[in-house]
Structure formats: C-alpha cells, structure tokens
C-alpha cells in the first residue's frame, strides 16, 4: 500500500460538515448507552440503521395521539391518520424524485417489494426460456425470489460476473445478456463489497434491447441521492429501517405505466374497488397493491425519517461517509494482517468495507470486538455466492452512517490490533 | 498484550487450551479407511466441517476431521478426533449427549470423562456461539445414527437443533 503521506483527514481542521456531523450524535439516544462497560461503537448500519429521537417520537406521538385505521373512517383521528399516512408516501415519492406519489408502493421490506415485483410483473409476463439477468454480488434477497419465478415459469436466471477488485465485468455484458433477456435486476450498492453500480449504463443497455431494470437500493437510497427518474430504472426497492425508519416498511417503485398493468399480489380490503360474491375490481395505485392494513405508525415514523435526512442534507452526508470511508480505509491497510475486499477507491464505494484478518475467524473477530463495545457483522451477509467468489466462507464487515466519526473508527482500528495480539498470544 | 484490556470473560471463551487445540487440530489426519463421512454447516456464518469416521466393530475406531471455522469450532473438532477413537457407539453418542447438555448450562455427570472439553465451558456465556461449539458433535451424531441405519454414508448436518432444548 502506499504510504501515508495525506494528513490524516481527522487532524485537518475542523469543516462545517464535520461540526454539523458531531450535533448528530446527540440525536441517536442509542449511541448513549454501554455495551461491556465500553461505549457503544456501532458498525452495523448496513444490517440496519440506528434511529433519531425524532422519529422514536413520531411513532410514539402517533399512537398517543392519532392511532385509528386509514382510509375508511369519517371521524376526525382517521382522516389524520390518513393523512399523516399518505403524508408519508409523498415525502418518500419527493425523497426520491418519483413522477407520481401512486408509484410508491409501501412493503414490509425490501425483500418483499422485490418478492411483490417477481411475482407480479414475472407471473405476468416471463415464459419459459426468458431470461432474468442477476449479478454475483447479489443479496439473497435480489437472487431468491427469482430463482422462484423461474421454477414457477420456465425462466432461466443467468448472472454477470464480477472482476477481482470488486465491481461488475461490464465487459462480458454481451455474452450475459441475451435477445431472451426480459429483466435485469442488479443491486444499487453491494451490501458487502460496497461497490457502487453502474446502474444508469445498464440501464441504457438493457433498454436499448427492450429488457426492464429493477435496482435493488436497500444500500443505495440510505446513503446516495437517488433520482429513480435520472437513474432511468424501471422498479427500485429500499427498506426504511437502513435509513433511520423503523423496521417493518419497505417501498417498491416502479414506473406507473408498468405498475398500472401488473396486477396484485395479495387480496383483501382497501386494495379494491367493488367486491361481489364471485369477483372484485382493483383500488387505483399504490392501494392496488396494499391489501389489508398497513403498517401506519411505522410508515409515519419512516416520513419523520426521511425529514431527518433531507435536513442533514443526503450530498453531505454521502461526503462524510467517504471521508470516513477513506480513513477507515487507510487505518486498516496499515495492519499487515487484514484483506480488504472492495474498491479501493473510495468515491467508488458505500461507506461498507469488507474484510478478514489472516489468522482469525471473522466469528473470532466479532466476538472480541463485541466485548470492547465495537459491533460489527460476522458472517456470509447473506450473499454466499459472492462469498464463493471471494474464496471465503465468511468475513467481517464495518458498516458508517451519518452519525459516525472517526473515533469509531479508531476504537475498531484499536480493537483489531489488540485481537491480533490476544489471539495470537503464545 | 501490556495496556490491552483484560476481559475474564473473553479469557474463559479462549482459554489457552481451546487455541492450542484450534492451532493444531488432532483430527487433521487422513485415514487409511473411512467408512461414514458427513459435512456439518453451521448456517448463520457458513462454516463448514467435513467429520470421517472409521467403524470398529463395537464403535468408533478413529475420526478425521476438515474444519474451516472459528476457533471455538475447529477446537471443537480437534477435542472430538481426541476424545472419540476406542468409544462405543453408545459411548460416543453419551458424550455428545452430554457436552450438549454442557453448552445449555448443565456440568457434565460426575466421573465422566470429558478430555479437553471442559475448557469449553465459558462458551455458555456466549449463545450465539454454542452452535459454533456443537456442530461437530451434532454432526457426529448424525453420522453415527446414520451408519447404524444406512450403512457408509455421506450426508450433511447442520446446527439448526430441529425444535430441541
């Protein structure tokens, strides 16, 4: 590696950004509390994101104040529970740019847009011998539901590989994608490696042979400025509890032409129109696709969270996790006995980095840097195809999100080298 | 380790025996004859262990082990290959019985012979890690119930304890 010549960014003087990111802490009560006797470092944002006071309170405020079901009531506490629900909704369509609020379909997670999206668009449309293009570096999430729609319809899935340094080989695009090719659906951010997609290229190559693009962004929307428009996809899928929401709401975007013909997945009240006792028609979008009561509170605490982010402002948060990102990075090439997984650039990474010690199990690892308070993930991330590629059964993985500095990043620096001594004590 | 921190805890789960045996692990051996072999998956981190056992004519004559784990898994392994050569069957099975009982907070019947295992024990305190302790012997267990069933057989485990304790 080279040596370090930069000055470390934490001893440069202080900016803007990074006093505005230092208040931000004070809003996660979480980063408050202990864990062993040591503060609690926490690395894990790529699993799921901590939560700021104000959406805890939104949630709370809303079954203290509002709670009633939505959409059906004449009294006041419904209509405002409608309200602050499909308040919600447009927040998220601003967040991300949507043409149209009715093109954001609330989930439970983005599994579940991606399952809703398989079997929607897939059943409708994909017959045997289409294929479904997916990538090595897929969450079980974006592999799964697929393999699923090709034992139900005869469809193939087929993958685009990835080269050693982490991000996709566009060169073999050509021998992956084929004139049967109907959808390719790729992961914005790897949940692994941290790569950022290409996506509005593939996009322009998959449409230019009329396939669709579904983007899976569970690691895209929380950290990048996403404009589902500029990006040109056909459906993105992201979750609200990776973004400061609560746990329990996932959104599906799609283009309201393609939503508008795919038909639902789930039966039940509010996603109809007429019922009689052999036959019903559908509600218009989004509802067409929400059968039953939703998650109303968790999706009001989602809109508070969104809030939060448009307040932190989604450019300086991005330029604060690749500053962390860029420390981490150097502070952990400085000990001999990692391998980093990844980019190395860190403009063309998430703030997640992959990585194992040469003599230490990443369960090892997990488990004594727990004790120090440093929590990170252990594991195959649910990505074991991508593991294979890796050679790996396992690794770890430090996660960054707004509300981390450098000191964390120190504290897991430290943690790393005591590991290395205590198992490798004699 | 001087200005490291101390952590009682953490020095149990890896006590000085468990990483000797984690450093050179007694099953890593080829054997002349193996008549049951099953693959063992521990699922929530994808570590995998391949268990070869070769039959006696009462038990278990000797047992190789491949083991690409943590160090409380590869321990493990290391303590079964050292444990289980001479055992019967029913011996065999006993132990695992009873070093499952071990990871889930009951000692080990007085009088029994539990070799190494004992240094273990601070895996209690960390549950998310007893799988990583029990999947060789869950493992063995099924390739023993196996071969008195099937014979010599290849077939894989993992440490999902369907519905048990």
Redesign the interface.
């Given at each position: 590696m080279t040596p370090v010549t930069t000055v470390p960014t934490r001893l440069a003087a202080p900016t803007g950004i990074q006093q505005v990111f230092a208040r931000i802490r004070e809003d996660f009560p979480i980063l408050k509390r202990s864990v062993?006797g040591s503060p609690l470092v926490y690395l894990d944002s790529a699993a799921t994101s901590q939560k700021p006071v104000s959406v805890i309170e939104t949630i709370s405020d809303y079954y203290r104040l509002i709670n009633a079901n939505v959409h059906r009531g004449v009294y006041a506490l419904s209509v405002q529970a409608t309200d602050k629900y499909e308040g919600a909704r447009a927040k998220v369509a601003r967040f991300i740019n949507a043409a149209d609020t009715a093109e954001i379909i609330f989930t439970r997670n983005t599994t579940e847009s991606i399952n809703l999206l398989a079997q929607s668009w897939g059943m409708e449309n994909l017959k045997t011998g289409d294929e479904i293009l997916l990538t090595e570096m897929e969450h079980h999430s974006n592999l799964v539901p697929w393999f699923l729609l090709a034992q139900r319809t005869g469809a193939v899935v087929r993958h685009l590989p990835i080269r050693d340094d982490g991000t996709l080989d566009m060169e073999r695009w050509g021998e992956r994608f084929t004139e049967r090719t109907r959808i390719v659906s790729v992961t914005h951010v790897s949940n692994v490696l941290g790569t950022i997609n290409p996506v509005e290229e593939i996009v322009a190559r998959a449409h230019r042979h009329g396939a669709l693009v579904a983007v899976d962004s569970a690691q895209g929307v929380p950290h990048l400025k996403v404009d589902v428009q500029a990006l040109g996809a056909d459906f993105v899928a992201f979750s609200a509890h990776k973004m400061l929401g609560p746990t329990g709401v996932g959104v599906l975007w799609g283009r309201r032409e393609l939503l508008e013909r795919m038909p639902p997945v789930l039966g039940g009240g509010d996603m109809i129109r007429t019922v009689s006792l052999t036959d019903a028609t559908w509600n218009d979008l989004p509802w067409k696709f929400e059968a039953g009561t939703p998650n109303i509170a968790d999706v009001v605490g989602f809109g508070a969270a969104i809030d939060y982010l448009e307040a932190a402002g989604m450019d300086r948060i991005r330029r604060h996790e690749v500053e962390l990102t860029t420390y981490a990075l150097e502070r952990m090439r400085e000990i001999d006995d990692l391998e980093l997984y990844g980019p190395e650039d860190p403009e063309g990474r998430a703030g997640v980095i992959s990585f194992n010690h040469r003599s230490i199990?990443?369960?090892?690892l997990g488990?004594?840097l727990d004790?120090?308070g440093v929590a990170i993930r252990?594991?195959?991330h649910c990505a074991?195809p991508l593991?294979e590629r890796l050679g790996q059964?396992?690794t770890a993985r430090a996660s960054f999100y707004l509300y981390n500095n450098h000191a964390d990043i120190d504290a897991l620096v430290d943690g790393l080298r005591?590991a290395g001594?205590?198992?490798g004590?004699r | 380790m001087d200005g490291d921190r101390h952590d009682v805890e953490l020095d149990a789960l890896y006590r000085d025996t468990v990483l000797d045996h984690f450093r050179s692990p007694r099953g890593h051996k080829t054997l002349d004859r193996t008549d049951v072999e099953r693959d063992g998956y521990n699922p929530v981190c994808g570590d995998k262990i391949t268990l070869s056992v070769k039959l006696s004519e009462h038990g278990v004559e000797d047992v190789a082990t491949q083991c690409k784990g943590c160090v409380i898994s590869v321990a493990s392994a290391s303590m079964l290959a050292e444990l289980l050569p001479g055992k019967s069957r029913e011996e065999a099975l006993q132990l695992a019985e009873t070093f499952k009982r071990m990871m889930h907070g009951s000692p080990p019947p007085e009088g029994c012979d539990i070799g190494d295992l004992d240094a273990l024990e601070g895996v209690r305190n960390f549950p998310v890690r007893v799988k990583c302790a029990l999947l060789p012997w869950m493992t063995l267990i099924d390739a023993l119930k196996e071969a008195e069933t099937n014979g010599r057989k290849a077939g894989s485990t993992t440490t999902e304890e369907k519905g048990t304790t």
């Open positions: 062993h199990h990443p369960h090892d488990t004594y004790r120090r252990a594991g195959h074991q593991m059964n396992a005591e001594r205590f198992f004590r | -």
